[in-house]
């Protein structure tokens, strides 16, 4: 079984930053990529941004330039930086992590807030 913990969310003045950490415990196969979605109030989720354990990353159009995701695989840690913050990014963000080994596995944390408001 795999645990995520996500981490660094909060309340962020429009234009501020903040930084997510996703912290991966358990048994993880490799390769594997981890990542952020988000769920606005009504609204579906959707991926922010990914990071494979080859270290390609996928952005979603509207955080691209203004967000980065890092991984640090010796520590099965994700990051989101987030820059530029705009009233519109405010969601959950929750962190995945998504493996193969025979079988797809797909493991999800709690989720953090980040609110961007004046």
């Known amino acids: 079984q795999v645990q995520l913990v996500e981490s660094g969310g909060g309340l962020v003045q429009p234009g501020g930053s903040l930084r997510l950490s996703c912290a991966a415990s358990?048994?993880?196969?490799?390769?594997?990529?981890m990542g952020w979605y988000r769920r606005a109030p009504g609204k579906e989720r959707e991926l922010v941004a990914t990071?494979?354990?080859?270290?390609?990353?996928n952005y979603a159009d509207s955080v691209k330039g203004r967000f980065t995701v890092s991984r640090d695989n010796a520590k099965n840690t994700v990051y989101l930086q987030m820059n530029s913050l705009r009233p519109e990014d405010t969601a959950r963000y929750y962190c995945?992590?998504?493996?193969?080994?025979?079988?797809?596995?797909?493991?999800w944390g709690q989720g953090t807030q980040v609110t961007v408001s004046s």
């Open positions: 995945n992590l998504r493996t193969k080994r025979f079988v797809l596995y797909e493991y």
């Open positions: 990071d494979t354990s080859g270290g390609s990353t």
């Open positions: 358990g048994t993880i196969f490799s390769p594997n990529t």
